[in-house]
């Protein structure tokens, strides 16, 4: 009789969200494959963590996920991350925004103004919902205006020629439109500046409309026509959603999928090839064989460990850089907060000179992240290259500073907590492109080696889910 074939070994390096769903894809698509699961922390999720204080719900990372995604449809016509909702059953965890609030704001001249209704990140959606909102000056509202007559500059797609974010709004809609209301939208989804975010690599669709329409206008025009043709089969969470419990909900469920697979607080330390095989080193000095691995982590890291392998891909995802961030969560009594609190939050342009860029009212967007009586909200940090020198009494102190002066908050609150994320998110330049292919390329000739994660692929959720699925499905054709 023929020897029986032996079941495949893979070992997953990193145990962030895009780990999770890496495993979990293996295993899907080769049930009777052992996989192992490598974090070097004490826990798994990565920026993803949930902390309930006093019956509060509070994210120390992402809070929400966004339901429609161009980066992966399922048979439902859903995003992956729904998907992976249904899969793992957590569909009756899942909560949406409240229907008694909307929109947000943005600061001007140190007010809270409403940002125009249908504002889409880095152009109007709704000319007359831009002429209302009273946020452009005449001479900025008239530029912004004049759009579709702006001629199309096409790009180079085959050579990855991008454009910055900053100059492609400026010049389709001009500058004010810029630094009110695109650069803070795109500062609060990103955290980098948008002088030198690819704009092909971040939000390709504005290129997209310009080349297929001529103007970033028509096209988003073209949009709402095809959005309202297709509503009655809409989201079916709405565009964004979390859960009951807080984000860690989705990876805790991934965690407890994958159970005695996942092995905390071991670590990967080098790597080489031996014919058919990838040897991976653990911080004990231990070598273990698999068949195929999968590099879950930032790209500096992944850097180190592939360095060995291919000096030049490392150098590549070296030059990947990433930014840091600071959170301050705070809780009061509702009556101690003088504002309608009629939104989701706010957006501060960086002309305004602020120390927040941001805030979210997590308490008005969520239903159960505090008690009836009290507010819970997070404001997000300026300022990343000095976060190391602001001690967490600091930025408690210029975000309460902030908050007093556009919210009237003078109160003391019940709770606070600063969470630090260095090096956390990376920063998609107008390199961004070019560089992803070469590292694809090289990475596909590294044979069973793959990666996931936000590094190359996308920062969002969906992305992090789908860079997963793709890693999986790699190595399994690959075997």
Do not use: C
């Not at 000319?127 to 759009?147: F, H, K, N, P």
Request: net charge neutral; no cysteine; glycine share 8%.
């Amino acid at each position: 009789m023929p020897a029986r074939e032996t079941s495949k070994q893979y070992i997953v390096i990193g145990g962030g969200l895009s780990g999770l769903a890496s495993a979990y894809s293996l295993l899907e698509q080769e049930p009777d494959a052992r996989v192992e699961l490598w974090e070097a922390s004490e826990r798994t999720g990565g920026l993803i963590g949930t902390t309930h204080v006093d019956g509060r719900v509070i994210d120390l990372g992402p809070e929400s996920i966004l339901s429609e995604s161009s980066v992966s449809r399922s048979p439902r016509g859903e995003s992956v991350a729904l998907e992976f909702v249904h899969k793992l059953g957590i569909e009756h965890r899942v909560i949406t925004t409240r229907k008694d609030r909307h929109g947000a704001y943005l600061v001007r001249a140190g007010k809270l103004v409403r940002i125009p209704r249908g504002f889409s990140l880095v152009a109007p959606g709704d000319e007359a919902g831009l002429i209302q909102a009273g946020v452009l000056s005449e001479e900025g509202l008239a530029r912004a205006l004049e759009e579709p007559s702006i001629p199309a500059r096409l790009r180079n797609v085959e050579a990855h020629e991008d454009e910055s974010l900053a100059s492609f709004a400026r010049r389709r809609f001009g500058w004010e439109l810029f630094e009110r209301l695109s650069q803070p939208l795109a500062a609060g989804i990103y955290g980098a500046d948008p002088e030198l975010l690819g704009l092909s690599a971040t939000m390709p669709r504005f290129p997209a409309h310009e080349a297929n329409y001529g103007s970033v206008a028509k096209g988003l025009a073209e949009t709402v026509k095809q959005d309202a043709s297709q509503a009655s089969s809409g989201a079916r969470y709405g565009l964004f959603f979390s859960f009951d419990g807080g984000m860690q909900v989705l990876t805790d469920a991934l965690t407890e999928a994958l159970g005695n697979r996942i092995q905390l607080q071991r670590e990967a330390r080098s790597m080489a090839r031996r014919e058919a095989h990838v040897l991976v080193t653990d911080q004990r000095g231990e070598v273990h064989r698999a068949d195929g691995v999968i590099l879950a982590l930032p790209a500096y890291r992944t850097a180190r460990l592939i360095h060995d392998l291919d000096p030049t891909l490392a150098s590549l995802l070296e030059s990947i850089p990433y930014g840091s961030a600071a959170t301050t969560t705070f809780v009061w009594k509702r009556s101690d907060v003088p504002h309608a609190l009629d939104a989701y939050g706010f957006v501060v342009p960086r002309v305004e000179r602020r120390r927040i860029f941001a805030s979210t009212w997590s308490s008005e967007k969520w239903p159960g992240r505090a008690h009836a009586d009290e507010v819970l909200l997070r404001t997000f940090a300026s300022g990343d290259d000095d976060f190391a020198s602001r001690s967490d009494e600091l930025l408690v102190l210029e975000a309460r500073r902030e908050l007093r002066a556009l919210m009237g908050i003078t109160a003391t609150p019940l709770f606070e907590k600063v969470i630090r994320y260095p090096r956390a998110m990376p920063h998609y330049t107008t390199e961004h492109l070019a560089r992803r292919a070469a590292a694809r390329e090289r990475f596909d000739a590294l044979g069973p080696i793959a990666v996931a994660g936000n590094a190359l692929m996308g920062v969002g959720i969906p992305d992090a889910i789908q860079s997963g699925i793709n890693a999986a499905r790699r190595l399994a054709q690959a075997s």
